[in-house]
Nanobody, 121 residues
Framework: VQLQASGGGLVQAGDSLRLSCLVSGGTFSRYAVGWFRQAPGKEREFVLAIHWSGASIMPADSVKGRFTISRDNDKNTVSLQMNSLKPEDTADYYC???????????????WGQGTLVTVSS
């Protein structure tokens, strides 16, 4: 199973970005997919996760009301829509897939490379 995250970039505070995670191999429709982020010098942080059925885990307080997650099982893709971005959202964003529907990063089986999001003030 391979995951490819894309969509990161440099934006200004208040802008929006949409990250995508393409999952190849395995049975995508049976995986939960999570997004995590890691800023320099900080620990990995849960952002959002989505169940194969489309249900999503309550996001971290830091992104609640600004970030949403969705999936397209026909395209094997999970998207993270990020609105009203803040400088503190700057981080490498990673997507992960697995059979555990959880906010705990260590319980995911497959990881993609990160995509960097930089938000300037």
């Amino acid at each position: 199973v391979q995951l490819q995250a894309s969509g990161g970039g440099l934006v200004q505070a208040g802008d929006s970005l949409r990250l995508s995670c393409l999952v190849s191999g395995g049975t995508f429709s049976r995986y939960a997919v999570g997004w995590f982020r890691q800023a320099p010098g900080k620990e990995r942080e849960f952002v959002l996760a989505i169940h194969w059925s489309g249900a999503s885990i309550m996001p971290a307080d830091s992104v609640k009301g600004r970030f949403t997650i969705s999936r397209d099982n026909d395209k094997n893709t999970v998207s993270l829509q990020m609105n009203s971005l803040k400088p503190e959202d700057t981080a490498d964003y990673y997507c992960a897939a697995g059979y555990s529907y959880t906010s705990t990063w260590s319980l995911y089986d497959y990881w993609g490379q990160g995509t960097l999001v930089t938000v300037s003030s």
